[in-house]
């Protein structure tokens, strides 16, 4: 017999959660703050005491649910994070064209019940300041960007010598934030075996193995097709009747998705193995961009296997015997002599 399924929808709003219930459909709010987290929790665990296996679901609001899905997990109760697109795709699919509050946490729990999302993984205190760390970088990015592109507008040498004077001072604090997301990949309990299996594979720096350890979680605990799902570089059908469309990929996690692009690029050049199935596919008339994310799902892959068996890198015999040359001291010929050996 099936145990039967409590689902908690939450709406989250800057000073309340707006809560729904299945199967009771209940309605309810509490404060967005430690006392309705704890309200929740009780809640949530007195239908546990009841034999009811309990679920709560809340949208990604970029981090301000946060405080609500930690105080959940620390309790032990399960807990989603859902996508807020596909709810509101699936509101428009049952006729729901309303948004409101109270109407939306209904949906997020009808949502849950039909779809039944993975619940969340704990997160180490670790994984929540790299994911810190690495917004940071992502701002400091962008803002260098955009100074950049605005300097070129300027033509004031006030103005111009200003620019110049931030992107200095930008730039080295990108540098600063560079090093210290490499010390705690070096150094955080939680992190640095992983990070070690990782940084080991030729391509995969600081920030992409701290990107993936931050937005990847999952990583090494499911299989290929799961873990490439959850990237968004799983191959996608369009067929329809006779009509065979090309495969492409969709959605998944983007952040995740652009840190193993920039992976593969560096991998290409020192990389031999993952450098050999992009040529196989180019050679085969593949475009460049299908051959790229090929190889962005082969290094996944790849990434979670190791992860799961704990198992670091072994380059090729070329690239060893390359590497033992280089830490020998000799030249740059004989370097080449054994990779054109090795081709031959």
């Known amino acids: 017999m099936t145990t039967p399924v409590y689902i908690l929808g939450i709406d989250l709003s800057t000073t309340r959660l707006d809560c729904a219930t299945l199967p009771d459909e209940r309605s309810f709010h509490v404060p967005n703050s430690p006392a309705g987290f704890r309200t929740l929790v009780e809640h949530l665990s007195e239908r546990r005491a009841q034999g009811l296996e309990v679920l709560a679901a809340v949208e990604a609001t970029g981090g301000y649910e946060r405080a609500l899905v930690e105080a959940l997990l620390a309790a032990g109760l399960p807990v989603a994070v859902v996508n807020p697109k596909r709810v509101r795709a699936y509101a428009r699919g049952i006729g729901i064209l309303a948004k409101t509050d109270r109407l939306d946490a209904r949906v997020i729990a009808r949502y849950a019940r039909e ?3 993975r ?8 994984r929540r300041d790299l994911d810190d760390l690495l917004s940071y970088r992502t701002q400091l990015v962008g803002e260098i960007a955009a100074r950049t592109q605005q300097k070129r507008l300027y033509t004031s040498a006030a103005a111009i010598g200003r620019a110049d004077a931030a992107l200095v001072r930008l730039r080295q604090e990108k540098r600063e934030l560079d090093r210290e997301i490499a010390r705690m990949l070096e150094e955080a309990e939680a992190l640095k075996q992983t990070a070690a299996v990782l940084l080991s594979v030729s ?5 992409v193995g701290a990107t993936l350890l931050a937005y990847l979680p999952e990583l090494g605990r499911l299989g290929e097709k799961e873990i490439a799902c959850l990237a968004g570089l799983a191959p996608v059908a369009d067929d329809s009747g006779k009509r065979r469309g090309k495969r492409h990929i969709a959605e998944g ?3 995740v998705r652009h840190a193993l692009y920039m992976a593969v690029v560096a991998a290409l050049k020192n990389n031999a193995p993952l450098r050999g199935v992009y040529q196989r596919l180019i050679r085969a008339g593949k475009p460049v961009k299908v051959a790229m994310v090929a190889v962005m799902r082969k290094l996944l892959v790849m990434l979670n296997a190791m992860v799961r068996d704990g198992a670091t890198w072994q380059p090729d015999g070329a690239t060893r015997k390359r590497r033992r040359l280089e830490a020998a001291g000799q030249g740059e010929a004989p370097v080449q002599q054994a990779a054109r050996t090795a081709a031959a």
Do not use: D, F, H, L
């Open 119 to 126: 619940p969340a993984a704990p997160v180490s205190p670790e």
């Open 203 to 207: 391509g995969v720096g600081p920030v």
């Open 253 to 255: 996690r983007a952040k």
């Open 115 to 117: 779809v039944r999302p």
